[in-house]
């Protein structure tokens, strides 16, 4: 439920032990000489009914619609800038916090689907109460830079949000960095190994390189930014769960049916995999699996503002571009 402010309007406290705490009720009063900047900055920091900046005025109506029939516990609002070289427009993200006691992420999957079926670059992910505030004390990677006072619109808990520390966010971002590039290096590399395939006419065997490429780009997303390492090898699935930490690799790369004719090469033990006798077919989904290591990279670059401490919007300005990816992605056909 949402928590209302009621009473007469007194002076705000500023003894320091109220601010420091990390259980502040949601209760605060104003006096009425109070700048709307000081209003607006405890509104985020202790919970809104929603407060939202002009650069996301647009989906107001979709937010409203979530709260209401959802009542998150806490909902976030973040930007994803657009991936200029691959036509990756700018999105939004949306991340619901809901108390598993009183709704079933799988419920409220459902209806989010439906709420934002019109809604264009939008995303939205569910996530557990419990396993939120877990993350941040444990350091998580996607909750502690994802769910942030600066991204927090709504609020319907009584506490203040305990955020993970900057200087931790900062030497989480020193490991995972290490880890990802490392990981798609192993995916560029099983990638030109599925050319030299190819251009020995190996047409199975090169498919089942690139769907090892594919996957071990999907699972350096999952455990790098989400702790998670599922068993399983349908890349389907793997986009799929790697999606929620870096929407992005959705909109490129390997489609559908793409994904399914490499699992198929892979899940095949003998004899050629329908589909893959081709070459031409070989070379278009290198073409794909290359673009989807590029946008993994661009997403993560992105993501760097957010392990500093800066907040990033929405903005059609802000691009990035193959520019800004490390040579190794560049280096090869």
């Given amino acids: 439920m949402t928590h209302y402010n009621n009473g007469n309007i007194g002076h705000l406290n500023h003894d320091s032990s109220v601010q420091n705490t990390t259980h502040t009720v949601n209760h605060i009063y104003l006096h009425p000489e109070s700048t709307s900047l000081e209003y607006n900055d405890w509104m985020r920091k202790i919970g809104s009914l929603l407060h939202i900046g002009l650069e996301y005025a647009i989906i107001k109506p979709v937010l409203e619609l979530l709260v209401a029939a959802i009542e998150p516990e806490r909902m976030f609002v973040l930007g994803n800038p657009a991936i200029e070289e691959h036509q990756i427009k700018a999105g939004i993200e949306i991340i619901l916090i809901v108390d598993e006691r009183k709704n079933s992420c ?63 966010i900062k030497e989480i971002y020193k490991q995972v960095e290490k880890t990802f590039y490392e990981g798609l290096l192993k995916a560029e590399d099983l990638r030109n190994l599925a050319v030299e395939l190819e251009n020995d006419n190996q047409h199975h065997h090169a498919a089942v390189m690139l769907h090892q490429a594919a996957e071990q780009v999907y699972r350096s997303i999952l455990w790098t930014m989400g702790r998670e390492s599922p068993a399983t090898h349908r890349l389907k699935k793997l986009q799929q769960k790697a999606a929620v930490f870096v929407p992005q690799i959705c909109q490129a790369g390997p489609g559908k049916a793409d994904l399914e004719s490499l699992d198929l090469a892979y899940t095949s033990l003998v004899g050629p995999c329908f589909g893959m006798t081709e070459g031409c077919v070989i070379s278009n989904l290198n073409i794909k699996v290359k673009q989807l290591i590029q946008v993994a990279m661009a997403a993560f670059n992105n993501q760097q503002s957010r392990f500093c401490g800066h907040a990033h919007t929405a903005h059609p300005d802000r691009k990035i571009t193959g520019n800004e990816l490390p040579e190794f992605i560049h280096s090869k056909p």
């Avoid at 203040?160 to 900057?166: F, I």
């Fill in 106 to 168: 799988s419920s409220v999957r459902a209806f989010v689907e439906l709420a934002c079926i019109k809604a264009v670059n939008v995303t939205v992910s569910v996530h557990r109460a419990s396993k939120m505030e877990a993350g941040l004390k444990d350091g998580h990677t996607y909750y502690s830079t994802h769910c942030k006072e600066d991204y927090l619109v709504f609020s319907a808990s009584r506490y203040r949000l305990n955020e993970t520390p900057q200087h931790r």
